[in-house]
């Protein structure tokens, strides 16, 4: 026999907002809480389940998490919003030479474009945390700081608006 039992009834602050990573699911990203432990107790891991003015929308794993932290809770996925790698995503070999005071140079590095393509077919905005690999020795150019970086992947937050489509570019360099 077993019954679910509330052990903690308290409110904290969270919002909702979606997270893509190609290696969870490549076309949709999944809807999440950014959960704050704001109850001052340490929450041991566990089962959650979500509502949305008293719906059900999912359920999730919550890691352990200590007072004041934060963490992504997926509990279900985002139907209404599509991502797709733009197929003109590109890597380029650069060389550039220069001549200075009688000296050559030769300069040789790589350059990777990746372009998500992001389709928000809902009549909501999204907040959206977008996962992109991180790869050692690769340097991010020409591309906004992302909010986080996690051991494996950069953490870009993005806004979509209800029924647009965003497209957002990593570009990377390695020398």
């Not at 903690?8 to 990573?21: C, E, S, W």
């Not at 790589?110 to 991180?134: A, C, G, S, V, W």
């Not at 494996?152 to 993005?158: E, K």
Request: aromatic share 10%; glycine share 6%; hydrophobic share 35%.
């Amino acid at each position: 026999q077993s019954a679910l039992v509330p052990i903690l009834q308290a409110g904290f602050t969270g919002k909702r907002v979606a997270v893509y990573n190609p290696e969870v699911r490549n076309n949709n990203p999944m809807s999440a809480v950014l959960f704050k432990n704001t109850t001052g107790l340490t929450l041991e891991g566990g089962p959650v389940t979500v509502f949305e003015k008293e719906a059900y929308m999912g359920e999730a794993m919550l890691n352990t998490l200590k007072p004041d932290e934060e963490q992504l809770v997926a509990f279900s996925v985002e139907l209404g919003c599509l991502i797709s790698i733009d197929p003109q995503s590109d890597r380029q070999d650069v060389h550039q030479v220069r001549v200075t005071r009688g000296s050559l140079y030769l300069y040789h590095y790589e350059l990777e474009f990746k372009t998500y393509i992001i389709n928000n077919t809902t009549d909501r905005d999204l907040d959206l945390f977008l996962e992109h690999r991180f790869r050692p020795n690769w340097e991010l150019i020409d591309t906004p700081q992302p909010v986080e970086r996690t051991w494996d992947f950069y953490r870009f937050r993005l806004d979509v608006l209800g029924k647009q489509t965003k497209h957002f570019t990593v570009t990377e360099s390695i020398e």
